[in-house]
């Protein structure tokens, strides 16, 4: 069964860092494109970062230059470096995965992670 497994939130003052990760159970890991996405109360859930392979990456406009997406397909993992956080970072982040559109919109998503809590305090 297929299964993404995110850990690595938590809380954190503002200019401070996280780094989440996400693991994959997911067969012909290395052919998904993987993303983040995350959902603050009251808020759709929006799109963060997805990777394909190195170096085609994508960015949201409110995180480029701060948080920084890879992956490690002889781990099936994905990890999602956030620095310079701030308290408008806060939300539950997803880790996503989608074999044909690209992992940047959330409608076309195959398999989401059960999400994990950043909480930035400023």
């Known amino acids: 069964q297929e299964q993404l497994v995110e850990s690595g939130g938590g809380s954190v003052q503002a200019v401070g860092s996280l780094r989440l990760t996400c693991t994959a159970s997911?067969?012909?890991?290395?052919?998904?494109?993987l993303g983040w996405f995350r959902q603050a109360p009251g808020k759709e859930r929006e799109f963060v970062a997805a990777i394909v392979w190195s170096p085609r990456l994508s960015y949201a406009d409110s995180v480029k230059g701060r948080f920084t997406i890879s992956r490690d397909n002889a781990k099936n993992t994905v990890y999602l470096q956030m620095d310079n956080l701030k308290p408008e970072d806060t939300a539950v982040y997803y880790c996503?995965?989608?074999?044909?559109?690209?992992?940047?919109?959330?409608?076309?998503?195959?398999?989401w992670g059960q999400g994990t809590q950043v909480t930035v305090s400023s």
């Open positions: 997911i067969q012909y890991f290395s052919s998904y494109a």
């Open positions: 996503a995965a989608d074999e044909t559109h690209g992992a940047r919109r959330a409608t076309m998503i195959e398999y």
